[in-house]
Structure formats: structure tokens, C-alpha cells
Nanobody, 129 residues
Framework: QVQLRESGGGLVQAGGSLRLSCAAS????????MGWFRQAPGKEREFVAGINWGGGTAYYADSVKGRFTISRDNARNTVYLQMNSLKPEDTAVYSC??????????????????????WGQGTQVTVSS
């Protein structure tokens, strides 16, 4: 059973930047796609970004494309989300997720089939206007 722990959230002004980290334990993640999701108050959880097992393929929600960058360091068993040009509408709890089983699929394919199955508890990101 993998445990995922997010960190790096906080309060930032609009236009600012934050870097989220997701550290894994209990499983080596180098064979698994990883993703970041977010949930704002009163809204459903939504996909933000995903990355394939090797880090060579990334996939983003349209709302964050060009502003957010997902990356991973398999040697550290950690995934990152660099968030730039933050907007108030980015305010949410951000959680990372691991693919349930290693498929070596692109993150978009993992998302389509609902393949993310292990979740962290999340870190709060608040963007003030």
C-alpha cells in the first residue's frame, strides 16, 4: 500500500507561484503514472495534471495549461507541481494520486479509464486577489 504525502501549499497573492511536492512511501513509483487533482469548496474533484512513469509525457487540464508544470524525480520517489501565475480560481485542496497498477500508459489514458487509485490527503492552496 502506497502512502502519499503532499506539501508546499499555502497562501499566495494572485500572480504568485507555489511548488507542491508529493512524497511516496511503501511503494516505488517509478513504474506508475502520477497525477495531481484539486477540489474547491462545494465543487467536485477535478484533474489538474498527470505524468507518465518515466516523466517524458505530461498532460494538463486546459485551465492550467501554460501555467502549471508537473515533474517527477523517481530517485526520490517524489512528484512535483510547479504553479505559476496563480489565480484566485486556483484555490483548492490539491492532492496527488498514483496509478493503481503499472500499465506504462500515457497519463491521459490513465485518467480516461479511471486508473488513479491511491490518494494523498492533500495540501491547501489559497490564492488571494
Amino acid at each position: 500500500q502506497v502512502q502519499l504525502r503532499e506539501s508546499g501549499g499555502g497562501l499566495v497573492q494572485a500572480g504568485g507561484s507555489l511548488r507542491l511536492s508529493c512524497a511516496a512511501s511503501g511503494r516505488t513509483l517509478s513504474s506508475y503514472a502520477m497525477g495531481w487533482f484539486r477540489q474547491a469548496p462545494g465543487k467536485e474533484r477535478e484533474f489538474v495534471a498527470g505524468i507518465n512513469w518515466g516523466g517524458g509525457t505530461a498532460y494538463y487540464a486546459d485551465s492550467v495549461k501554460g501555467r502549471f508544470t508537473i515533474s517527477r524525480d523517481n530517485a526520490r520517489n517524489t512528484v512535483y507541481l510547479q504553479m505559476n501565475s496563480l489565480k484566485p480560481e486556483d484555490t483548492a485542496v490539491y492532492s496527488c494520486a498514483a496509478e493503481s497498477s503499472p500499465t506504462y500508459n500515457a497519463p491521459s489514458a490513465v485518467l480516461r479509464r479511471g486508473g488513479f487509485g491511491s490518494w494523498g490527503q492533500g495540501t491547501q492552496v489559497t490564492v488571494s486577489s
